[in-house]
């Protein structure tokens, strides 16, 4: 595939820093070609489809109208969960109903913006290395082995469900699975992590009420900490910036409201994979978690 | 004798006598416990419809209760009163009061899709959670959820500039919900944030903060958003 548009959207902008800073150095040094998605929107993360869903339908839309009528391409990356998940529904609504394609269109028109056509592509950050270059090509690529760390490989919900609106996924061999994504995996075991059998990957954070519903997404939390603890693992590795801002914040907030004190280290994937690939840690934003995990892998080697 | 779900029955309907002998039977021991029979005259056969016209209610009459929804639920797992299936059947039986004694707890959905994952007869149900707890509101059952200030906060900010800043909508949230902004774990949480992030990516926040981000072409994209959604509920609810 040639070059994708690179849609970090909000959080990778704010928040989530050291993902953005990470997925750019590592898509460098594997040699992939992306360009930053022209002014994009916010794709409404969860909230405006409780307003009305017709908004992140609309929203997703344009940035892809962007990506197509403004920049000739026909393929918008994503490396956030969310973007990716309001991309593929915009995707699945307008190809599924004629009324919501012809709604969309209407709007664009009315707004002055550029009109979608159907005609692009999403792509999780995930999926666009592993049809790029596969298990085999990060193997060739790395420099520094990942030295065997435990690895709980954490994907939550908005890269998997609802299925439906993910028709690229459980099409047998070599393709993602909704029920037990294995991308991540593939790609960290590649680099020289041991995964370990790890039953939330698909779990919910609470990321919907990490505020408005605290103490929930903190237990929520939790029993992913726990369950990857309990697991074996030391880290937890996560392609989402607000599953991970959520992991980070509320093992904080288990901490000092409740006491509760978990050694799991988060870290993006990007990150790690960035690590094997010899990149070094400021370039990759490593100090810049709120997880503080640069004393364990220098500990363990890999820095 | 167990009775199942018994939280579902009020309290005052269930009577447990010591010795109880029923029609010359003496039924004491496993069988001491009645409950009184409830006639329901306070059904509303329009609800139903009622709740179709929100956004996510659509499908609601597709159900045919087989429980997965419930069975795979994230908030369930945390509290066995929160449950899609049967807060979907009593809005399909128009049992409103029945619904609204749990008008506390439907607004806590995370929006985590399990359930529309599985349900078999696609009646999405996150939407339904969605849609009942609008209705709550709209209907002042209940006040503004903690919730739904999240995201009219957070579309608030998206119609006039197109994008989102995460401390600008957070600080919005909590101003709006009249809350403290210096918690205790949040303190804990900026300290640890500013710890080692380099300055320029400190002074890039703060400046986020205060120079909003902004689309540039956004131009009247919010205003037609607006009016669109408007005129969407205007059609479906008067
Ligand atoms: S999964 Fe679907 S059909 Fe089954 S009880 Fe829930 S809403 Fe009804
Ligand atoms: S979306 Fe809501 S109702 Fe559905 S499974 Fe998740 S928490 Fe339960």
């Given amino acids: ?303 | 004798m167990a009775i199942h779900e018994k939280s579902l029955i009020e309290p005052e309907r269930i009577l447990s006598e010591e010795k109880l002998v029923v029609d010359g039977v003496d039924v004491s021991g496993s069988w001491n416990t009645m409950i009184t029979p409830r006639y329901l005259r306070d059904y509303d056969d329009d609800f139903e419809a009622v709740i179709q016209k929100y956004a996510g209610g659509e499908n609601v009459h597709r159900c045919w209760q087989c429980g997965s929804c419930t069975n795979s639920c994230t908030m369930y797992a945390q509290n066995v009163q929160f449950n899609p299936r049967y807060w979907i059947y009593l809005t399909r039986l128009g049992l409103k009061d029945e619904i609204i004694k749990d008008k506390d707890i439907i607004w806590q959905c995370v929006s985590c899709n399990k359930c529309t994952n599985i349900c078999p007869k696609d009646v999405r149900p996150e939407g339904v959670m969605k849609a009942l707890a609008h209705w709550m509101e709209e209907q002042s059952i209940t006040e503004k959820t903690p919730s739904t200030h999240f995201d009219e906060t957070f579309w608030e900010e998206i119609y006039h500039t197109g994008r989102i800043e995460d401390a600008s909508v957070m600080m919005g949230f909590f101003k709006k919900t009249n809350q403290p902004l210096m918690q205790d774990w949040l303190v804990v949480f900026g300290k640890r944030m500013m710890k080692y992030l380099p300055i320029a990516q400190m002074a890039k926040m703060g400046l986020n903060f205060i120079a909003k981000p902004r689309t540039k072409s956004w131009g009247k994209t919010g205003e037609v958003l607006k009016a669109y959604v408007q005129e969407q509920k205007e059609a479906a609810h008067g």
């Fill in chain 1, 1 to 303: 595939m040639g070059k994708v548009a690179y849609y970090p959207g909000c959080a990778l902008e704010g928040s989530g820093g050291p993902y953005d800073k990470s997925t750019r150095a590592l898509v460098k040094a594997l040699g992939l070609e992306m360009e930053n998605l022209k002014d994009y929107n916010c794709c409404g993360a969860m909230e405006v489809k409780n307003i009305h869903p017709m908004l992140q339908t609309y929203l997703s839309a344009r940035n892809m109208a962007i990506a197509s009528e403004q920049m000739g391409l026909d393929a918008v990356m994503a490396p956030c969960n969310g973007c990716y998940h309001n991309l593929k529904k915009a995707e699945y609504e307008t190809a599924t109903s004629e009324k919501a394609m012809e709604t969309v269109q209407d709007l664009a028109r009315k707004a002055d913006d550029p009109v979608y056509k159907g005609d692009v592509r999403t792509l999780h950050l995930l999926e666009w290395l592993m049809e790029e270059l596969g298990t085999e090509g990060i193997k060739q690529r790395i420099s520094k082995s990942l030295n065997g760390i435990k690895i709980a490989n954490y994907y939550g919900c908005m890269y998997v469900r609802p299925r439906q609106i993910f028709p690229e996924k459980d099409q047998g061999p070599g393709s993602e699975s909704s029920y037990k994504p294995h991308f991540m995996d593939d790609l960290l075991g590649a680099a020289g992590a041991v995964n370990v059998d790890f039953p939330l990957k698909t779990a919910c954070c609470g990321g919907a009420h990490t505020l408005s519903d605290s103490d929930t997404s903190t237990q929520l939390v939790l029993n992913i900490i726990q369950a990857a603890e309990d697991a074996g693992a030391e880290v937890i590795a996560t392609e989402c910036p607000t599953c991970h801002s959520g992991l980070e914040m509320h093992q904080i907030r288990a901490e000092t409201e409740f006491g509760i004190k978990t050694n799991v280290k988060v870290l993006y994937f990007t990150q790690l994979l960035g690590l094997a690939l010899g990149l070094s840690p400021r370039k990759l934003g490593i100090h810049e978690n709120i997880s503080d995990s640069v004393g364990y892998l220098k500990e363990k080697g890999v820095i």
